[in-house]
């Protein structure tokens, strides 16, 4: 009777540990889409997504990976694909459980500045005409909404409710609530970034009304690495500004630090709403 006591015990801890290395291999086995993969922030939470064992897809208008020799960025799942054509987010969207928001454009096809694009842009692409930044960011989330909020169910989020969704705003989108805010953009911000933030802001808006998503919202200044020439002399103006109280401008963030925040955003389900740059490197650092 001991033996067979000794035995039932032996086989039920074995049982347990293999379900629970199943259940810890499905929960960072998970699908995300990141749409605009292949841009400067959007390659990033790629990359860090793979090392966290997420099965990644990355959508975008050229569907190639930005570096063919990264072995890391090899194992992504590369998709052209456009996020104003709705079908082809739906798609997309139920084929995972979660996504991602990187599309970003600074200066639009109504801005007059789109050809400085090939400089600040992580990618080097250039607008197209339909690449306003009511198309490129609002239309292109609005989509992105439209499609989770029409899934019948998420099966891969057990009890979860709500999907996941991580959108890349920006600090200035902000500015109505701190001090001096509204009077930087209203007197002195060029028509080119109002309409940059209207785009965000409308995005933002849409993302705290909706009751089937959990959105986790950054709101970055600059975003640099060491590569990023265009953006390295004003790092330290913003930065000291930031760090002598300014309240209209934040501290910048490292794009490794954001995409670590965008996969923390992802696997902690107690993320959720505005991400400043200190909300944002402490999720970096868990």
């Not at 990359?47 to 072995?71: H, W």
């Not at 096809?109 to 050809?115: Q, Y």
């Not at 009077?183 to 970034?193: G, H, M, Q, R």
């Not at 401008?249 to 400043?276: H, P």
């Amino acid at each position: 009777m001991h033996f067979i006591q000794t035995l039932f015990l032996t086989l039920s801890a074995t049982a347990l540990a293999t379900t629970a290395f199943t259940l810890s291999m499905s929960a960072t086995s998970r699908k995300v889409a990141v749409f605009g993969g292949t841009g400067f922030v959007g390659s990033a939470v790629c990359e860090r997504l793979i090392k966290k064992g997420y099965d990644v897809t990355a959508v975008s208008r050229r569907g190639t990976n930005p570096k063919p020799n990264d072995s890391t960025l090899s194992q992504v799942k590369w998709v052209q694909g456009n996020a104003l054509d709705k079908s082809a987010v739906k798609k997309i969207v139920n084929e995972n459980d979660a996504v991602v928001h990187a599309i970003g454009l600074l200066f639009d096809v109504n801005s007059g500045l789109e050809g400085l694009n090939k400089i600040v842009s992580g990618s080097g692409s250039l607008p197209d005409d339909s690449s306003t930044y009511d198309n490129i960011t609002r239309q292109t989330m609005f989509n992105i909404c439209e499609a989770i909020e029409g899934k019948i169910a998420f099966p891969s989020l057990g009890k979860k409710e709500k999907y996941p969704l991580c959108f890349v705003s920006c600090a200035e989108a902000g500015w109505p609530d701190v001090a001096g805010g509204s009077f930087i953009e209203e007197k002195l911000a060029p028509d080119w970034l109002k309409g940059y933030l209207a785009a965000k802001r409308a995005v933002e808006e849409r993302l705290s009304g909706s009751t089937k998503i959990r959105a986790a919202i950054y709101r970055p200044s600059l975003i640099w690495d060491w590569t990023k020439f265009d953006v390295l002399p004003v790092i330290p103006v913003f930065n000291i500004a930031s760090a002598i109280g300014i309240p209209f401008v934040d501290k910048t963030v490292r794009v490794e630090t954001l995409a670590d925040a965008i996969v923390a955003g992802i696997t902690d389900d107690s993320v959720e709403g505005v991400q400043r740059f200190m909300q944002m490197e402490q999720l970096a650092k868990n």
